[in-house]
């Protein structure tokens, strides 16, 4: 049942909903339920009925002139048509590049590793080198590091970068892609919710080891060695988190629904909105920070930011 | 299945006929459409949904709403005055046409048996 009303919303995909367009709808839809109950009861199995009803549709452009739509059928055709082919090849490039990209991310945030591990161990007295030789050892691994990091993660999301629009802009599918995308939502649930819990379970403990060791132990060398357990698990928990919700996204991506619903997309405000809010709040983190050198303060931008940017889509949303 | 240009200028017949005796819903008439001609002809949800709505704005039926099934109260027809008119219209019409038409088809077996 759920697949007619998913066909019948893929037809009015873009469609203008005016009183007599969702009146449409809604009879059109009653006309193919009764269809499809009867056709179940004569002893169709379920996916025979479904083809039946679907086949027996007709064509949308018949109502064109009666619902005072044609101009809108017409355009209809301007919005692309996303394959079978092209959704399977997105999913499959999602699989390839994310992890890649997450594994980017990672060596991004571990990269001030070696350093601190270097700089804990010389107050621990573990390891007997001059202080500068040693900052310059951790400070070559970081530089490495990142490069490495964002090289991968240029790399990996250039390949993805090519179906950005599908975020942005409606387009259309048929049932059957639609089906294989669900199918595979479905599949991917459990995996997707577990790294979820995971990740955010891991994110809350890995504040403990700063916490934790500095209040147990008083030397300096083994508080700076807590931070890098806490990156490790930070960095950890970011990887698994982008990498397995990746196919949950471009699933959702794929079906227009959650945040790539039909009435997000066709809100435009929210995208105009969204990105000047983020504009105006990186000028203003840089600008601040740079003229006053208060950079130990200035990040309470960021949690400030994302909590009333949360506030701000809420209310544009709403329109 | 028959998709010609003459029956799609009496969907309308079709529909009205359906209605003369009583209302009906949309599912119902396109059963009935189909039990009628013997599955000859199959008319398409968004083809009779036009027409329901033709039909209403030139004022040959008129639409209720009838009793709930599954929750949703469904949508019934009934056919007007002017419909009933315009439907006897359509039948003088259909009589003409067929008279005409008539005149030149070759009826295949006819040589063969007369």
Excluded at chain 1, 48 to 59: D, K, T
Excluded at chain 1, 77 to 88: F, Q
């Amino acid at each position: 049942m759920n697949t007619i009303r998913n066909y019948l919303d893929n037809m009015f995909l873009g469609l203008p909903q005016t009183e007599e367009v969702t009146k449409a709808k809604m009879e059109l839809l009653a006309m193919m339920e009764d269809k499809y109950n009867e056709l179940k009861d004569s002893g169709k199995t379920e996916n025979e009925a479904i083809g039946i009803v679907i086949s027996e549709f007709g064509n949308l452009d018949e109502l064109g002139e009666t619902l005072g739509i044609k101009h809108a059928l017409e355009n209809k055709s301007d919005i692309p048509m996303i394959t079978y082919e092209d959704a399977r090849k997105y999913i499959e490039i999602t699989k390839e590049a994310t992890p890649k990209i997450s594994l980017g991310i990672l060596l991004c945030i571990i990269s001030p590793v070696v350093l601190l591990l270097l700089l804990g161990l010389s107050e621990l007295n573990m390891v007997r080198v001059k202080e500068e030789a040693l900052i310059a050892i951790g400070l070559v691994a970081l530089i490495a590091s990142v490069a490495a990091g964002v090289s991968y993660i240029i790399r990996f999301s250039g390949k993805l970068e090519k179906y950005d629009y599908l975020k942005y802009d409606l387009f259309e599918t048929d049932y059957k892609t639609e089906q294989m995308v669900r199918g595979i939502l479905e599949e991917d649930e459990p995996i997707y919710r577990s790294a979820v819990s995971t990740s955010v379970i891991l994110y809350i403990l890995s504040a403990l080891p700063v916490i934790v060791i500095p209040l147990v132990f008083e030397t300096e060398g083994l508080s700076v060695l807590s931070v890098v357990i806490t990156l490790f698990i930070v960095a950890f928990s970011t990887y698994n988190l982008i990498s397995k919700s990746a196919v949950n996204g471009t699933c959702n991506i794929l079906l227009q629904q959650g945040d790539y619903s039909l009435k997000r997309k066709s809100n435009k405000i929210s995208r105009i909105v969204s990105s000047v809010y983020w504009c105006v709040i990186v000028a203003a983190y840089l600008g601040y920070s740079f003229t006053t050198y208060n950079w130990a303060m200035s990040w309470i931008i960021w949690p400030v930011a994302g909590i009333l940017y949360g506030a701000i889509s809420a209310i544009v949303d709403e329109r | 299945m028959i998709s010609s240009d003459v029956i799609r200028g009496y969907n309308d017949t079709m529909i009205l006929y359906l209605l003369l005796n009583e209302p009906s819903y949309g599912y119902e008439i396109s059963k009935r459409i189909r039990e009628l001609t013997d599955e000859k002809y199959i008319m398409k949800e968004t083809t009779l949904y036009s027409a329901f709505k033709r039909m209403e704005s030139n004022g040959f039926i008129e639409a209720f709403s009838g009793s709930e099934t599954n929750g949703k109260p469904r949508t019934y027809y009934k056919i007007t005055d002017a419909g009933r008119s315009y439907y006897k219209e359509k039948c003088e019409e259909w009589e003409i046409t067929r008279e005409v038409i008539e005149k030149f088809i070759v009826k295949e077996n006819f040589h063969e048996y007369n």
